[in-house]
């Protein structure tokens, strides 16, 4: 969601009217909650926060079980979400700055980056500070109160914010050097901001009981 609402801001859109979580994505939001109230309440908050825009109370996460129920392509319903949020009619030109490439490489880097330019200490430091901006945000006393509220009284402890700047770092270390030769001289066609998640989840969740 912080992703997310980073891309409609970049691209000054509303907030889609659906969403949808789908494949391995939709595995691990029930980790979080089977719950569909809960998962639609922090989607809202989240998207509120971090896009500073209100959702529009129309609102509705469709989950592949509620797809299939209707005959719906889940995999289009996101796509056709934002397409409804730029407010277009059904016969529509796309206009051309919405197609225009989203340069956003975790720290809205302008211009081309080769995969190769990934490992400069240039480009890690900068997307290392962007991804801080995220970690901090998980600090904000809303999302801190629900998750205190919805999830069995669970804290955001200091220990776990600490850690995961640690191992955000050496994610990304990981990540820029294991790119196979073959990418290397390729541009960058994706964001960045996964890369210091990559293997800090795994770390994370190996020493899980120490955070609560």
Do not use: C, H
Request: no cysteine.
């Amino acid at each position: 969601m912080y992703n997310v609402s980073r891309l409609i801001k970049k691209m000054n859109i509303d907030i889609p009217l659906n969403l949808s979580f789908t494949g391995m994505g939709s595995k691990y939001i029930n980790l979080i909650s089977t719950n569909p109230k809960t998962i639609k309440s922090l989607t809202v908050l989240l998207l509120e926060k971090y896009t500073g825009k209100k959702v529009d109370p129309a609102f509705a996460i469709i989950s592949a079980r509620d797809a299939q129920n209707e005959n719906v392509d889940v995999k289009e319903i996101t796509a056709k979400g934002v397409l409804e949020g730029l407010s277009l009619n059904q016969n529509f030109q796309i206009p051309a700055d919405i197609l225009s490439p989203i340069i956003d490489y975790g720290f809205d880097r302008e211009g081309e980056l080769t995969y190769a330019g990934v490992a400069t200490d240039e480009v890690r430091e900068a997307a290392l500070q962007s991804f801080d901006k995220f970690i901090d945000s998980l600090q904000d006393p809303d999302f801190s109160n629900f998750i205190f509220t919805n999830f069995k009284k669970l804290t955001i402890s200091k220990d776990l914010i600490a850690d995961l700047r640690k191992f955000a770092k050496q994610s990304f270390v990981t990540m820029s050097a294991n790119i196979p030769a073959q990418y290397r001289d390729l541009n960058v066609a994706e964001t960045l901001f996964f890369w210091p998640l990559k293997n800090s989840l795994v770390e994370l969740s190996k020493n899980y009981a120490k955070y609560n």
